[in-house]
């Protein structure tokens, strides 16, 4: 049975999935989800995910909800070890990232992008400043290795490349920033990298 991502491609928790998947080489097929009608919140996509959020994956008789948990799931079952390291201190290097990509980067980057993306009604110049503050530190965590967790890439790049790549459609550069600059270009140049649909908004400034 084919498997099945529920996404939005304006999503940049949905396009973690989307980008691991094709970083392993396993073919999809994507279910677009009508944020904006509220298709998340009927009852049938309720019952994949009662938080009502995108993305979902669907792998046989197997539900997962919440990106991050995909990401484990997908490098676990298919990722032969590559994308999540077996060894406890490997696994604990990629773990804090995940935790970063669902704290600072989901209420920093990401959240910056609700604003100008989507109309969120939140304090977009503190998001701004709470953006910068994460790069900095990101850009001097990258000064001495290649990758997040390691000199190879894993789901903790998966998990936090999405929003700071597209952090410029939330009014946040990223000009300054060479080491995450770098970092950005890495990741592109993986095999089977796709990028994530990019809106008008911020691209320009």
């Given at each position: 049975m084919a498997i099945k991502l529920h996404r939005n491609p304006l999503s940049g928790h949905s396009h973690r999935a989307q980008l691991?998947?094709?970083l392993?080489?396993?073919d999809a097929e994507l279910i677009d989800v009508d944020l904006k009608n509220g298709a998340h919140k009927q009852p049938e996509f309720l019952r994949m995910n009662c938080f009502g959020q995108v993305p979902v994956l669907e792998d046989g008789?197997?539900?997962?909800?919440?990106?991050?948990?995909?990401?484990?799931?997908?490098?676990?079952?298919?990722?032969?070890?590559?994308?999540?390291?077996?060894?406890?201190?490997?696994?604990?290097?990629?773990?804090?990232?995940?935790?970063?990509?669902?704290?600072?980067?989901?209420?920093?980057?990401?959240?910056a992008r609700l604003v100008t993306v989507f109309g969120a009604k939140l304090d977009a110049d503190?998001?701004?400043?709470?953006?910068?503050?994460?790069?900095?530190?990101?850009?001097?965590?990258?000064?001495?290795r290649r990758f997040l967790a390691g000199d190879k890439p894993t789901i903790a790049d998966v998990a936090a490349y999405s929003y700071i790549a597209h952090a410029p459609e939330g009014n946040v550069a990223l000009d300054e920033y060479a080491g995450v600059g770098a970092w950005l270009k890495r990741?592109?140049?993986?095999?089977?990298?796709?990028?994530?649909?990019?809106?008008r908004v911020g691209l320009a400034a």
């Open positions: 691991l998947l094709s392993i080489g396993l008789g197997e539900t997962v909800a919440d990106s991050n948990a995909i990401l484990v799931y997908i490098a676990k079952k298919y990722g032969g070890g590559q994308w999540l390291p077996e060894d406890p201190a490997g696994a604990a290097r990629v773990q804090r990232w995940l935790s970063v990509a669902a704290g600072q980067i989901a209420f920093g980057p990401a959240a503190a998001l701004v400043a709470r953006s910068h503050a994460l790069l900095a530190v990101v850009d001097g965590e990258l000064r001495d990741i592109e140049q993986l095999p089977g990298f796709v990028p994530m649909q990019a809106t």
